[in-house]
């Protein structure tokens, strides 16, 4: 089992940024991919972006060009920079990690969720 820690969520004006990051602990197998998921009230939970190892990224279409999603180079830690943030970015951010491996695919770890606040 993974534990994901989640930090870095807090209130911002709109068009402030925030940096989000997730670290992960436990039995982390490998290849695998991280990514963080959002949910407001009334909403389903969505992805926002995803970051594989080896490279591969993903991201909502909703969120192209304003969020980076990074790991580091031990591919135990994922990042989200959100900038240019818009009070529709409001939402509980979730980390998530899933292993590739077919054998493994019903495997994954959710973190417990951080706050971001976007006031206008």
């Known amino acids: 089992q993974v534990q994901l820690v989640e930090s870095g969520g807090g209130l911002v004006q709109a068009g402030g940024s925030l940096r989000l990051s997730c670290a992960a602990s436990?039995?982390?197998?490998?290849?695998?991919?991280m990514g963080w998921y959002r949910q407001s009230p009334g909403k389903e939970r969505e992805l926002v972006a995803a970051?594989?190892?080896?490279?591969?990224?993903n991201y909502a279409d909703s969120v192209k060009g304003r969020f980076t999603i990074s790991r580091d180079s031990a591919e135990d830690t994922v990042y989200l920079q959100m900038n240019s943030l818009q009070p529709e970015d409001t939402a509980v951010y979730y980390c998530?990690?899933?292993?590739?491996?077919?054998?493994?695919?019903?495997?994954?770890?959710w973190g417990q969720g951080t706050q971001v606040t976007v006031s206008s």
């Open positions: 436990g039995n982390i197998f490998k290849p695998n991919v």
């Open positions: 970051a594989f190892t080896g490279g591969q990224k």
């Open positions: 998530n990690i899933r292993p590739l491996a077919w054998h493994l695919a019903d495997s994954e770890s």
